[in-house]
């Protein structure tokens, strides 16, 4: 960047030809694209103008030594400005949705050596309490698409035998989500899933569905991984389930509540 920047500057006549006292008109220009805009000093031009009217010369070292300042103000003025912007972070962790609400984070495995998927699902409240959780197997090989939109719907399902009715069913399985969202077309191998899904949660009194990340979505992740050991399907109610024991209170960790 320094050198592009200086190598611009050069092409403005900024740096000086002492020996030909080469030196470009005034110029005004953008810089870098910033919106930021120096005034390159006329030094030659001024020193001819001065020789012309019967002043002292300036010597060439000293010209130099200008022209060599103007180059420093140019770098420390305009570099700060070409700085990138630092990216806003995302959640780094379990978000919990807002009170009176139900958060249904949802995953799927694909388990290719056996021809089965794993589903995953764990239900929190805003202080991150279970309501309920999921871990099912199933028997039959599905892609990776498929298992994840299954994996939605079964979300969906678990939190209306709940009772459950203003929910945020949450995956890190975008094109799901976007799915379920209306926001596009869904694929032609999860379009009855998503309509099934969408039927039911019009039966709620509000729900949402977002994507977040797969270290956000962990439980329902480890669940999901945990299914290959679960003969058809377990469900706990009001109960963590163990193999998420530690990952539910790093969770909760991070909240600024104390459930437990």
């Not at 990216?87 to 249904?104: I, T």
């Not at 209306?160 to 799901?176: R, S, Y």
């Not at 379920?180 to 379009?191: E, K």
């Not at 009001?238 to 790093?250: H, L, S």
């Amino acid at each position: 960047m320094l050198k592009r920047l200086f190598l611009f500057v050069e092409h403005c006549n900024v740096t000086t030809h002492v020996s030909g006292l080469s030196f470009g008109h005034p110029k005004r220009r953008p810089i870098l694209n910033t919106g930021l805009e120096i005034n390159i000093k006329p030094s030659a031009q001024d020193e001819k103008n001065t020789v012309r009217h019967g002043g002292a010369s300036k010597q060439g070292k000293t010209i130099a030594e200008e022209a060599r300042r103007y180059r420093e103000e140019v770098r420390t003025t305009v570099l700060p400005k070409c700085q990138l912007p630092k990216p806003l972070g995302n959640h780094k962790h379990w978000s919990p949705p807002p009170q009176d609400w139900y958060k249904v984070n949802v995953d799927a495995a694909v388990f290719k050596e056996n021809g089965t998927c794993g589903i995953g699902v764990v239900i929190r409240n805003n202080m991150g309490q279970i309501m309920g959780a999921m871990s099912k197997q199933m028997g039959f090989p599905l892609r990776a698409l498929e298992a994840e939109a299954k994996a939605a719907e079964a979300g969906i399902l678990l939190a209306w035998d709940l009772g459950l009715k203003d929910i945020i069913v949450e995956g890190d399985a975008q094109m799901v989500i976007q799915a379920i969202n209306g926001g596009v077309a869904p694929a032609i191998p999860i379009l009855k899933i998503i309509e099934g899904s969408r039927r039911c949660l019009q039966m709620f009194c509000s729900w949402k569905a977002v994507h977040t990340n797969r270290k956000n979505n962990t439980a329902a992740h480890l669940l999901a991984k945990d299914a290959r050991n679960v003969k058809e399907c377990v469900i706990w109610v009001e109960e963590t389930p163990p193999c998420i024991e530690n990952q539910i209170k790093c969770d909760v960790s991070e909240l600024d509540v104390s459930p437990y």
